[in-house]
């Protein structure tokens, strides 16, 4: 079994900061991708920015500029740090890995986060 941890969502001000946390734990032998989706009410879920096992990034164009991911690779964790937040980042916010499992050798899995929610308004 694998777990993801999601922490850091809340409510904040426009134009301010939060950071998110997804730490994995379980049956991984090593995870290839780490990335943040979101959804809104009404809205399909979204990528918001994924880091490859080799460091590459993306990041929606909407983000680019105010979010950085990055990933602590010794303690299978990724952050996401949000800046210069605004109204239209409310969303929930899900944590997604693509990892190779240890119990099922050359198998590749995603898993997903249970959420947790931003929320930007004055």
């Not at 997804?22 to 809104?40: D, F, H, K, L, T």
């Not at 490859?52 to 991911?69: H, L």
């Amino acid at each position: 079994q694998v777990q993801l941890v999601e922490s850091g969502g809340g409510l904040v001000q426009p134009g301010g900061s939060l950071r998110l946390s997804c730490a994995a734990s379980g049956s991984i032998q090593s995870i290839n991708v780490m990335g943040w989706y979101r959804q809104a009410p009404g809205k399909q879920r979204e990528l918001v920015a994924r880091i490859i096992s080799g460091g590459n990034t993306d990041y929606a164009d909407s983000v680019k500029g105010r979010f950085t991911i990055t990933r602590d690779s010794a303690k299978n964790t990724v952050y996401l740090q949000m800046n210069s937040l605004k109204p239209e980042d409310t969303a929930v916010y899900y944590c997604n890995i693509v990892y190779y499992s240890s119990n099922y050798i050359g198998r590749r899995f995603d898993r997903w986060g249970q959420g947790t929610q931003v929320t930007v308004s004055s």
